[in-house]
Nanobody
Framework: QVQLVESGGGLVQLGGSLRVSCVAS????????MGWFRQAPGKEREFVAAITWSGGSTYYADSVKGRFTISRDNAKNTVYLQMNSLKPEDTAVYYC????????????????????WGQGTQVTVSS
């Protein structure tokens, strides 16, 4: 079982930047693909970005492509989401998710590709 703890959320102005982090416990982190999802009030949880275990491949939702960057540091058991040019529609609770160890991610945008979730961190973008 992998435990995930997000941090770094907060209030930022339109056009600003923020980096959220997710620290994982457990020895399987370095062999698991990781993802970031978000959920705004009254909306379903949606895919934001994902990264393979090695960091060799990354995936992004069209709505954040070119503005957000996902990265990982396997030595620190940490995955990051750098968010630039933030918009009010980026306001949501951001969740970190871990896939099953050694699994090959096929559809990284789907919730079923992940088996462990963090508690979320709030990101609010004011206009």
């Amino acid at each position: 079982q992998v435990q995930l703890v997000e941090s770094g959320g907060g209030l930022v102005q339109l056009g600003g930047s923020l980096r959220v982090s997710c620290v994982a416990s457990g020895r399987t982190f370095s062999s698991s693909h990781m993802g970031w999802f978000r959920q705004a009030p009254g909306k379903e949880r949606e895919f934001v970005a994902a990264i393979t275990w090695s960091g060799g491949s990354t995936y992004y939702a069209d709505s954040v492509k070119g503005r957000f960057t996902i990265s990982r540091d396997n030595a620190k058991n940490t995955v990051y989401l750098q968010m630039n040019s933030l918009k009010p529609e980026d306001t949501a609770v951001y969740y970190c998710a871990a896939g099953r160890a050694a699994a090959i991610v096929v559809e990284p945008h789907l919730l079923r590709e992940y088996e462990n979730w963090g508690q979320g961190t709030q990101v609010t973008v004011s206009s």
